[in-house]
T-cell receptor
């Protein structure tokens, strides 16, 4: 089974600064999708950004962007101009050809005013 | 609003009891997933259904069972409940097929076992 690893249990960032959350994964597949989900204190799971493995261009959604390194099996999330509302747990997820989703253990992000 | 509907939102029950959690997937989504998230824990995959058939099973206890009905809604049955079963149970849905479809989560059902 594929594994997704988030090595940073907790991160903090000053408001308006930039922070990068790390994610690595293990797979033998060549076609797959990667996701970042945000879980605020309300506990709702919200999709932040998605990356297709066949695309070399890194996905971007407003202040959120990824650094996708396919050879290194790395998929980091960069949050620019951090806002208080960005404080949440962030989960990295992998979806392969089997239509199953594998989640990392999460990174808790604190935004300091 | 993700389009995935879960009921009930909150449930308090006693140990040894049985509860049923219900999920209606997004319109057109054929796959339903169930996840368990205990306090301060990650997401534990329980089970996946596609168009009424079980497709994958994760760390689901024998006391738990699920099914997906012809109208595609799904139910997760939890029986002989224990204190440790207290958790947030998520349902999620996606369209089958390798087209990059995203998994969309409901708001979850909070289960408290006392």
């Amino acid at each position: 089974a594929q594994t997704v690893t988030q090595s940073q249990p907790e991160m903090s960032v000053q408001e308006a600064e930039t922070v990068t959350l790390s994610c690595t994964y293990d797979t033998s597949e060549s076609d797959y999708y990667l996701f970042w989900y945000k879980q605020p204190p309300s506990r709702q799971m919200i999709l932040v950004i998605r990356q297709e493995a066949y695309k070399q261009q890194n996905a971007t959604e407003n202040r959120f962007s990824v650094n996708f390194q396919k050879a290194a099996k790395s998929f980091s999330l960069k949050i620019s101009d951090s806002q208080l509302g960005d404080a949440a747990m962030y989960f990295c997820a992998y979806r392969g050809t089997g239509n199953q989703f594998y989640f990392g253990t999460g990174t808790s992000l604190t935004v300091i005013p | 609003d993700s389009g995935v509907t879960q009921t009930p939102k909150h449930l308090i029950t006693a140990t040894g009891q049985r509860v049923t959690l219900r999920c209606s997937p997004r319109s057109g989504d054929l796959s339903v997933y169930w996840y368990q998230q205990s306090l301060d824990q990650g997401l534990q995959f329980l089970i996946q259904y596609y168009n009424g058939e079980e497709r994958a099973k994760g760390n689901i206890l024998e006391r738990f069972s699920a099914q997906q009905f012809p109208d595609l809604h799904s139910e997760l049955n939890l029986s002989s409940l224990e204190l440790g079963d207290s958790a947030l149970y998520f349902c999620a849905s996606s369209v089958r097929g390798f087209s990059g479809n995203t998994i969309y989560f409901g708001e979850g059902s909070w289960l408290t076992v006392v």
